[in-house]
């Protein structure tokens, strides 16, 4: 292996980020979907198949979180996501992923939000 490639394996990232179409084939092939925002923002409106995980949460709930599935990390905007992924990655057992955007690009890409009325 040469310099270079053990320089990019060493800061590789262990997750994967992608869009809202690569999320959503993800998640009809079988992906988890795991919203790390706060209950209130997940009750603002989030996607139908997730499932909340706040971003303080996910090392501790790492153990409940299907790790043999692909997971797709969802926050607002992508930042937090990444973040999880991160932190998730190192215990998955299948491919991690952030969403891009977050859920502001899952509604832009016309994507269904479930959205409960309570703040």
Known sequence: MSLLEKIK???AKPYETVDVRRARELLDAGAVLVDVRSAAEYRSGH????QLCELSQVPARAARIVRNRPVVFVCHSGMRSASAARMFAPEAQ?????LRGGMIAWERAGERV???GRR
Request: net charge positive; charged share 15%.
């Open 94 to 98: 299948a491919p991690v992923a952030s």
């Open 9 to 11: 394996a060493r800061f």
């Open 114 to 116: 479930v959205r409960s």
């Open 47 to 50: 996607a139908p198949v997730a």
